[in-house]
């Protein structure tokens, strides 16, 4: 409606609306059951204690546990008695101790490791599910997968992003189906993300994946672009190899597997930085321009008709190897040797802006 919404239900200017999906969402992050009356409308309840509303329900949902007692005793006295059900809801909200008020965005930045004035969006599906759905035999195991998936997605993933290094600074907006949408402090969403790739491959036995997109973005850019912006992210990552199984992270797509061997560059990047702070800025800058001669030089190959495994090998020849061998070790001396021989032997150089941009979102001091 364009209008103002207040933080709290009430407080704000917004339409009819706006409000009333305010106050249903700071309901729902506390509901333990769900109500739906004979005409149609749903509550969200902490405790079953209204009466005349339990009086006029259809069907009673108890969420994210399994408390039939409850509400057997509820409705132990009507008649007709409503229907029971139970089922998982996707629901991690973190809070204020204090005043139990949802954490702004703004808190969400601060508790990030380094740069304390971005967050990052998490996007994340199953690859190639039409296929998946296509190898089951029947109605019956299809039933049964959907319902996996479901448990997989609206329960499992809740109960990760409660773990103590997940709890105060991840927001689960959505997650059902087959993927997920999160937002938190840069550095713990994208850890969220990887956990939660390992965790769907021993669900699912390695035999499915999931990719995924990881958008930074200043804390107080609009939900809205934030969301498309890691869609597209999403799309990058599942585009950039026919078997998926994929993330795309600062605009740099790579390989789940991959990613372990790049943190672990820029942790002793991290590390090499905060030793020396002489060198900190111009060091990450090196990389980030040496990566820029690699790209450029990639390009001129492409053009002269290199691809595939001809191009890696071509590229892996180019000016930037030279940049790569005497500038690091210039910066920082032995440290900075170690580093290069990393991107070399480990053939790491494809990842050289997405190293640069990491540290420097890891070193960033405001």
Not at 28 to 50: M, W
Not at 129 to 152: I, P, R, V, Y
Not at 265 to 274: D, F, P, T, W
Not at 323 to 352: C, H, S, T
Request: aromatic residues 8%; proline residues 3%; negative net charge.
């Amino acid at each position: 409606c364009g209008m103002l919404v207040g933080k709290d239900p009430g407080e704000g200017k917004g339409c009819a609306t706006c409000e009333s999906f305010v106050l249903m969402g700071s309901k729902l992050r506390k509901a333990r059951f769900v109500v739906e009356t004979q005409n149609g409308s749903i509550h969200p309840l902490e405790e079953l204690n209204d009466s005349k509303l339990v009086a006029k329900s259809r069907r009673i949902c108890c969420l994210n546990s399994f408390d039939m007692g409850t509400m057997a005793k509820a409705i132990k006295d009507l008649d007709p008695q409503p229907v029971l059900a139970a089922r998982l809801m996707g629901v991690r909200t973190p809070v204020d101790p204090e005043d139990e008020e949802v954490t702004p965005f703004d808190e969400l930045a601060e508790r990030s490791e380094g740069d304390k004035n971005h967050i990052a969006i998490l996007r994340a599906d199953v690859d190639s599910l039409g296929e998946l759905f296509k190898q089951q035999e029947g109605l019956m195991e299809l039933a049964a997968m959907s319902l996996a998936l479901s448990d997989f997605f609206e329960g499992w993933i809740t109960a990760l992003l409660r773990r103590e290094n997940y709890q105060d600074s991840t927001y689960l907006i959505y997650a059902g189906g087959d993927d997920l949408f999160v937002v938190g402090a840069w550095n713990s969403a994208l850890d969220a993300a990887r956990t939660i790739s390992i965790e769907y491959d021993r669900f699912s036995c390695g035999k499915s994946s999931l990719s995924a997109g990881v958008e930074v973005v200043h804390k107080r850019y609009p939900l809205k672009k934030s969301a498309e912006l890691a869609g597209e992210a999403e799309r990058m990552a599942k585009d950039f190899r026919p078997e998926k199984n994929t993330i795309c992270f600062l605009g740099t797509a790579l390989p789940w597997e991959d990613m372990a061997s790049v943190k672990q560059l820029v942790n002793r990047i991290a590390g090499a930085v905060e030793k020396d702070k002489k060198a900190s800025r111009g060091f990450i800058r090196r990389i980030f321009e040496i990566w820029r001669v690699y790209e450029a030089g990639k390009s001129e190959l492409e053009k002269a008709g290199k691809q595939g495994a001809d191009l890696a090998m071509a590229a892996r020849w180019q000016r930037w190897r030279w940049m790569l061998v005497y500038g690091l070790r210039n910066d920082l001396g032995e440290e900075g040797q170690a580093i290069q021989n990393e991107f070399l032997e480990e053939k790491m150089e494809p990842y050289l802006g997405l190293t640069a941009r990491w540290a420097q979102l890891a070193t960033r001091r405001n």
